[in-house]
């Protein structure tokens, strides 16, 4: 089971082989609102050929559209159809991609251990691939999906055979245990937080060893800038701190150096449409520099202080490593691993990995083991509710809305662990201030604050067995916080998980005010204690009389009793229930009150504020009128003084001028004449024009008038012309008489 936003996926395999039920939740929920839901109101989506392998796990990649279909046989990949929620049918046809087709055939042996979209893919389409040859595969299903783009060889059993492969396959690490059966790879997380954990993937081995890949990265990743400047910075910084003389560490430092300034020169911004958000880039994973120097394999990590081991003779169910994760937690990443037997190690990663390299193919450098601080040991007592189990498989799930919180669930059910409580007290402590740093965080360690630990499911009745097989955890606004988890019987149950709220004092009042405000409200988190039972579909052959047994009875004795203690329980949830709607009616009016003293301070303020702006604005009005009056004086002395009376020569050439024009007028006169006649006539030409034009264009009265001015503008400029030649006509003839 799949969850993305809203849309819930289901992968059946006791009915069909090629179909993936789909289900809108935010559909569903109005049906339900609207009591119009039904049994057909999920969508079967038709895979266009037949899976052939039990698949057992079924993973969205980040932007929702690819859906991986996982199994010990095989991975597709189905292309979700972007008609799924516009299609009013109930079935739809979708498309797969095989992933390793000639890698994981049925002839090779090899089997997938666990498969995960790559988080930094900046095409949401590179899918890790974990197998049982001990190898980490790395696939872009968007541009090839038979060969990988990289590959890691991990555990020691594969150092003498790397030779044998290409370039492109990583060196192995290296293994305390020497038992070749124990170094199997059982599962992989990516790594989070800041520095250098976003480019680590850890993986799990059998015997419970932890190693570490960095820097791995598919060619193409989108990343934050911030992200990428900080950790130059911080490789700057732990370069100048570390020992001159340590000549391995620093070359692992130059390397380093080189690999960010060479991301750093490439970048390539995405566009987003909020500005507001750190800017993100795109590198390039593979960096031509570093094709013949590979990352080095850390491992296995060193767990301080040692995890407590179980009695194997008290526990039926072996003791093997089942799942890891890393939670994105603060101030530091917490690394979960949990095993068959119920027991999880919780440790804190307070020392992450550096990238390192081989600087030399032919042998391995002498690195320290990395080290994970091992914070407590947790027994979930599945000995005690699988007795007539042997083999468990426990898996660990984040939670999408609180990164201190996940999931385990297994054979007997679902449990919830909360680290809030001891990792808050961490987030106290400020990191500015150096002073008894480490002291505070040995007092906070020494005070041995346990993990809350709660059973939400408990699939275990009367001894009979049914695993959970999915579970997710929504966040949507509409659907709400929830936890669905499915059973392999196809029990379905939805639990509804409390939001954290945070509480900020109002900051209405004024300094000196001596009414503060009293909020009323507790902190008060109502939880429920009481698991959820996922009964058997399984019945009973036997008839009434012989089922009436002591067995029976003492068990409905045994749920009789806890119901009472359920409604006791219920009752006491009541009274607080009861208490808190009575405080939040005395809350209400409190705020009413509050609100109607802040209301009368407003108003009073605006009323004593629109005086003083309106005697402010008369003054301004006052001041713009006198600046005008002085504008105006000075603009008329301006005009004086630039316009003085006319010297002699001036008149003297107005005279010869005029004089000028009275010889042109008497000598052209019958030609002007004769030229206005002319223009008459053009004009009563042009006229008619325009009547026959404005009969058939029927122009409006706005350009009627434009035309005519435009007319009567060429008539005139005609004139000025005329009057132009005839003026050039006798000055030529006036140069010619002087000439002779």
Not at 183 to 207: A, Q, R
Not at 231 to 245: G, H, N, T
Not at 272 to 289: A, Q, W
Not at 525 to 550: D, Q, R, W
């Amino acid at each position: 089971m799949e969850i993305y936003e809203d849309d819930l996926y289901i992968c059946d395999n006791t009915t069909t082989f090629n179909c993936i039920r789909y289900l809108n939740l935010k559909k569903f929920k109005g049906l339900c609102v609207k009591e119009e839901c039904d049994r057909t109101s999920y969508k079967k989506i038709i895979i266009d050929r037949k899976i052939d392998y039990y698949v057992n796990t079924i993973t969205v990649n980040k932007n929702g559209k690819l859906l991986a279909l996982v199994g010990e046989d095989g991975v597709n990949v189905m292309i979700i159809p972007q008609t799924i929620n516009q299609i009013n049918v109930e079935e739809i046809h979708a498309n797969i991609i095989t992933v390793g087709s000639d890698i994981y055939s049925s002839n090779s042996g090899i089997k997938i251990v666990k498969a995960a979209w790559h988080p930094l893919s900046s095409t949401n389409s590179h899918l890790v691939i974990l197998s049982s040859d001990g190898c980490l595969r790395l696939f872009d299903v968007s541009s090839e999906s038979k060969e990988p783009e990289q590959r890691y060889f991990i555990g020691p059993q594969y150092y003498n055979e790397y030779k044998e492969f290409s370039s492109s396959v990583y060196i192995p690490g290296r293994s305390i245990s020497g038992n070749s059966e124990e170094m199997e790879t059982i599962s992989f997380t990516f790594g989070n937080g800041d520095d250098w954990e976003i480019f680590t993937i850890y993986v799990l081995m059998k015997n419970g060893d932890v190693y570490a890949i960095c820097p791995f990265l598919p060619s193409k990743s989108i990343v934050k800038k911030s992200l990428l400047e900080n950790l130059s910075v911080s490789i700057e910084q732990r370069w100048k701190e570390s020992d001159a003389d340590d000549l391995v560490m620093d070359q692992q430092y130059r390397l380093q150096r080189c690999w960010i300034s060479t991301v750093l020169q490439n970048l390539k911004p995405v566009r987003t449409s909020d500005l507001s958000e750190d800017e993100e880039v795109i590198i390039n994973g593979n960096i031509s520099r570093f094709k013949d120097i590979h990352p080095v394999i850390q491992g296995p990590f060193l767990l301080q202080p040692a995890p407590i081991e179980f009695d194997t003779k008290k526990c039926n169910i072996d003791n093997i490593a089942s799942s890891i994760v890393s939670l994105n937690t603060e101030p530091f990443s917490i690394i979960l691993v949990a095993f068959t037997n119920g027991k999880i190690d919780v440790c804190i990663n307070v020392a992450p990995v550096e990238a390192l390299w081989m600087s030399n193919n032919d042998m391995v450098q002498d690195f320290e083991l990395p080290i994970l601080a091992v914070y407590e040991t947790i027994d979930l007592m599945l000995n005690e509710s699988l007795p007539n189990i042997k083999s468990n498989i426990v898996n660990i799930k984040e939670d999408k809305r609180y990164p201190d919180i996940c999931y385990i669930y297994h054979h007997g059910g679902v449990h919830t662990l909360s680290f809030n409580n001891w990792l808050s007290l961490f987030k106290d402590i400020n990191s500015n201030n150096n002073n008894n740093l480490i002291q505070k965080f040995q007092d906070i360690l020494s005070r041995e604050i346990p993990s809350e630990v709660s059973l939400k499911v408990n699939t275990i009745v009367s001894g009979i067995e049914n695993p959970v097989v999915g579970l997710v955890s929504s966040t949507g606004v509409f659907v709400g916080y929830n936890l669905l988890v499915l059973s392999a019987t196809n029990q379905f149950v939805s639990i509804e998980l409390p939001i954290r709220i945070k509480r900020t004092p109002l900051i209405f009042n004024k300094n000196g005010d001596s009414k503060i405000y009293n909020d009323l409200f507790p902190s008060i988190e109502l939880t429920c204690p009481v698991p959820i039972h996922l009964g058997s579909k399984k019945k009973s052959s036997k008839i009434y009389p012989n089922f009436v047994n002591e067995d029976s009875l003492k068990f409905l004795a045994e749920q009789i009793t806890l119901s009472r203690k359920d409604l006791t329980e219920l009752e006491i949830y009541r009274n607080e229930i009861e208490k808190k709607v009575n405080m939040q009616s005395e809350e209400y009016f409190n705020q009413l009150k509050k609100l109607k003293s802040i209301n009368e301070r407003v108003t009073s303020n605006i009323k004593i504020n629109s005086e003083k702006l309106t005697e402010r604005m008369k003054k301004i009005v006052k001041n713009q009128t006198n600046l005008m009056k002085r504008a105006d004086i000075i603009l008329q002395m301006l005009f004086d003084h630039c316009q003085p009376e006319l010297t002699e020569q001036e008149k003297k050439w107005f005279n010869e001028l005029k004089h000028l024009t009275s010889i042109i007028t008497k000598k052209h006169q019958p030609h002007i004449k004769q030229l206005r006649q002319q223009l008459d006539m053009l004009k009563e030409e042009t006229k008619d024009k325009l009547e026959v034009t404005e009969q058939a264009i029927q122009l409006g009265t706005s350009q009627k008038k434009s035309v005519f001015e435009a007319l009567n503008q060429e008539s005139i400029t005609l004139m000025n012309t005329m009057n132009t030649l005839s003026h050039l006509q006798n000055e030529m003839e006036n140069l010619k008489i002087n000439d002779q």
